[in-house]
T-cell receptor
Framework: GENVEQHPSTLSVQEGDSAVIKCTYSDSASNYFPWYKQELGKRPQLIIDIRSNVGEKKDQRIAVTLNKTAKHFSLHITETQPEDSAVYFCAASIMDDMRFGAGTRLTVKP | GAVVSQHPSRVICKSGTSVKIECRSLDFQATTMFWYRQFPKQSLMLMATSNEGSKATYEQGVEKDKFLINHASLTLSTLTVTSAHPEDSSFYIC???????????????FGPGTRLTVT
C-alpha cells in the first residue's frame, strides 16, 4: 500500500521567515495530495491541495509543489505568522484511500 | 465547505462498557465516511472505511468485532467501541469525502473528533 514519509517532524522559525515541509510517497498511482493543518485538540483543516496533473499551486502565503517523477511534494509557507503554529500533515490519495504523513509540528516564534 | 459533525466530543467510560460515536454530514450526503484514530502527537491512522448500505472495510490490524461501524444512512455513520479497555483511549476522528459527481480522489472533511478515555 501507499507509504507517506514527512520531514521534518518539528520545525521552528522566526516570524516572517519561510517554512518548508517535505513529503515523499511510494505509490506512483497516487493522484491527489492534500495538506492539512491541525491545531491542538481540533480537527484537521484542509489548507491546500494539488492533483497529479499540476506541478505547483499557490494560495496567498501558501504554495505546494509536486514532482511526480521523484514522487515528492512540498508545502511552502512564506512570511510566517504566530498563528501558523500547528501540526501540518501531508497526504497522498488514490480514490478513497488517503494515507497521511507523520506530521510536522511548526512553531513560529514572534 | 462541507460540514461534518461528531458526537460526543468527549466521553469517559469504565472498562468493559461500550461507547458509540456518531459522525454526521450536515449539509451533504456522504456515501463514504472514514474513521481515524489519533494518538497524542501522532498522525491519523485510518481504521476503516464506512460505506452506506454495506459492510465497512477495516484496515489490517483493526478488530472489526471490537470497533463496530454502521453507516445506515447517507448522513450518519457510527463507531461503537465494544468492551472498551484503557488502551482504547484515544482521539477518534471521522471524515467524509466531499460531495461531487466526478470520480477520482476528492478532499475529505473532518469531524471535530471524540476524545475517549477508558478508566
Amino acid at each position: 500500500g501507499e507509504n507517506v514519509e514527512q520531514h521534518p517532524s518539528t520545525l521552528s522559525v522566526q516570524e516572517g521567515d519561510s517554512a518548508v515541509i517535505k513529503c515523499t510517497y511510494s505509490d506512483s498511482a497516487s493522484n491527489y495530495f492534500p495538506w492539512y493543518k491541525q491545531e491542538l485538540g481540533k480537527r484537521p483543516q484542509l489548507i491546500i491541495d494539488i492533483r497529479s496533473n499540476v506541478g505547483e499551486k499557490k494560495d496567498q502565503r501558501i504554495a505546494v509543489t509536486l514532482n511526480k517523477t521523484a514522487k515528492h511534494f512540498s508545502l511552502h509557507i512564506t512570511e510566517t505568522q504566530p498563528e501558523d503554529s500547528a501540526v501540518y500533515f501531508c497526504a497522498a490519495s488514490i480514490m478513497d484511500d488517503m494515507r497521511f504523513g507523520a506530521g510536522t509540528r511548526l512553531t513560529v516564534k514572534p | 465547505g462541507a460540514v461534518v459533525s461528531q458526537h460526543p466530543s468527549r466521553v469517559i467510560c469504565k472498562s468493559g462498557t461500550s461507547v458509540k460515536i456518531e459522525c454526521r454530514s450536515l449539509d451533504f450526503q456522504a456515501t463514504t465516511m472514514f474513521w481515524y484514530r489519533q494518538f497524542p502527537k501522532q498522525s491519523l491512522m485510518l481504521m476503516a472505511t464506512s460505506n452506506e448500505g454495506s459492510k465497512a472495510t477495516y484496515e489490517q490490524g483493526v478488530e472489526k468485532d471490537k470497533f463496530l461501524i454502521n453507516h445506515a444512512s447517507l448522513t450518519l455513520s457510527t463507531l461503537t467501541v465494544t468492551s472498551a479497555h484503557p488502551e482504547d483511549s484515544s482521539f477518534y476522528i471521522c471524515s467524509a469525502r466531499s460531495p461531487g459527481t466526478s470520480g477520482g480522489s476528492r478532499e475529505q472533511y473532518f469531524g471535530p473528533g471524540t476524545r475517549l478515555t477508558v478508566t
